[in-house]
């Protein structure tokens, strides 16, 4: 199976609808969002109307909170039925075998805007432990941070999001995709068990 990956679109519906023309020539199955779909709901129509088509499944991001989680009358007024149904099909955490993805780390309480603040990144020595324990699933993968980075239990990987990252079935790994208005996404191939990255502005 092979699913379009997208993080953190931030509303950027130029890059948006570029990546959804590369995803369709590179022919995914499926389209994946990591969160962030809204930022400020100034383009959350154009979005939504070019994500729609292609029936996605994801997760919810901090900035999706108010539309995706329990939304308020409010936000059904201001935005339409239509939008507030689309952020209803996400989820906290969605799984794909032995995959877990979730917009920032699954030990965060994901209908809690103030845990994406708190803490220390991924990336810093021992802030990876407790995710690893506390999850059973060999791959997660997160957006959220708006950079490319992989580790696997015992050690970071000198990656960078500029070559393909190649799972094996003997590790564990934690991976964050980079961020569709950075002009970043990727492709997870589960047959050939792996991860490729694309640039919009390369």
């Not at 890059?15 to 959350?44: P, S, T, W």
């Not at 780390?105 to 803490?119: I, V």
């Not at 580790?151 to 990987?157: C, D, E, F, Q, V």
Request: hydrophobic share 40%; with cysteine.
């Amino acid at each position: 199976m092979r699913y379009g990956i997208l993080a953190d679109i931030h509303e950027h519906v130029e890059y948006l609808r570029e990546a959804l023309n590369m995803l369709q020539h590179e022919r995914v199955d499926k389209l994946l969002l990591l969160g962030d779909i809204a930022v400020d709901g100034k383009r959350i129509d154009e979005t939504v109307s070019l994500l729609r088509p292609f029936a996605p499944c994801g997760v919810w991001g901090n900035h999706d909170l108010g539309l995706a989680h329990n939304p308020s009358d409010h936000f059904a007024n201001r935005y339409g039925t239509s939008v507030i149904e689309f952020f209803s099909t996400l989820k906290s955490q969605f799984e794909i075998g032995d995959i877990l993805v979730t917009h920032g780390l699954p030990t965060w309480d994901a209908t809690d805007p103030t845990a994406y603040y708190l803490g220390k990144p991924p990336w810093t020595n021992g802030s990876l432990t407790s995710e690893f324990q506390q999850v059973t699933h060999r791959i997660i993968l997160v957006g959220h941070f708006h950079r490319w980075f992989a580790s696997t239990l015992r050690h970071p990987i000198a990656w960078r999001g500029k070559t393909v990252l190649s799972f094996s079935s003997l590790e564990r790994y934690f991976v964050i995709v980079g961020a569709l208005f950075q002009g970043s996404f990727a492709i997870l191939d589960t047959d050939a068990d792996s991860l490729t990255p694309f640039s919009i502005t390369a």
